[in-house]
T-cell receptor
Framework: AQSVTQLGSHVSVSEGALVLLRCNYSSSVPPYLFWYVQYPNQGLQLLLKYTTGATLVKGINGFEAEFKKSETSFHLTKPSAHMSDAAEYFCAVSEGNFNKFYFGSGTKLNVKP | DVKVTQSSRYLVKRTGEKVFLECVQDMDHENMFWYRQDPGLGLRLIYFSYDVKMKEKGDIPEGYSVSREKKERFSLILESASTNQTSMYLC?????????????FGDGTRLSIL
């Protein structure tokens, strides 16, 4: 089975600063990778996904992520944090015919004014 | 847009009760999933279904069962609720086929067992 590791359960940045949320996965085959965002008392919303092709993927709200096979990583970045980015972020890997997902434990992003 | 609707946002039940959580999706997706979400543990898969009347156990199926009588509806059943089942429950759906499709989530049901 897959495993997904998100380093840092809580990350705090100042408004306007770079956001970097880390995700590493274990996979012996090319994975399908996803980032989701969860605002308080809501479900998960897709930010971006990597399936094939370009390794730098752009998503909604100015976020992007880079797939690095050699590092088995898929870190999420945003050049300039906004107060509205405060939320919990989940990295996920999918596998199998039934599109089963494996989620990381999540990273809560706090944005300070 | 895909819409996944969970019948209740908040639910309070008592120990020993039989609890039903309902989920409906409107995009004719074959796959449906039930997760529970607990702080620091991320999302853990309880059960999933890849077709009507078909179900598969996830990583933590103990104490739960599911029902999928119609393609659009997937129900999670707590046969005899216990306090350790207090959690946030999330339903998701996705189309069949390759694993490159995102799952689409409902808003969740926050369940408290007293």
């Amino acid at each position: 089975a897959q495993s997904v590791t998100q380093l840092g359960s809580h990350v705090s940045v100042s408004e306007g600063a770079l956001v970097l949320l880390r995700c590493n996965y274990s996979s012996s085959v090319p994975p399908y990778l996803f980032w989701y965002v969860q605002y308080p008392n809501q479900g998960l919303q897709l930010l971006l996904k990597y399936t094939t092709g370009a390794t730098l993927v752009k998503g909604i709200n100015g976020f992007e992520a880079e797939f690095k096979k050699s590092e088995t990583s898929f870190h999420l970045t945003k050049p300039s944090a906004h107060m509205s980015d405060a939320a919990e972020y989940f990295c996920a890997v999918s596998e199998g015919n039934f599109n089963k997902f494996y989620f990381g434990s999540g990273t809560k992003l706090n944005v300070k004014p | 847009d895909v819409k996944v609707t969970q019948s209740s946002r908040y639910l309070v039940k008592r120990t020993g009760e039989k609890v039903f959580l309902e989920c409906v999706q409107d995009m004719d997706h074959e796959n449906m999933f039930w997760y529970r979400q607990d702080p620091g543990l991320g999302l853990r898969l309880i059960y999933f279904s890849y077709d009507v009347k078909m179900k598969e156990k996830g990583d933590i199926p103990e104490g739960y069962s599911v029902s999928r009588e119609k393609k659009e509806r997937f129900s999670l059943i707590l046969e005899s609720a216990s306090t350790n089942q207090t959690s946030m429950y999330l339903c998701a759906s996705s189309p069949s086929g390759a694993s490159n499709q995102p799952q689409h989530f409902g808003d969740g049901t926050r369940l408290s067992i007293l």
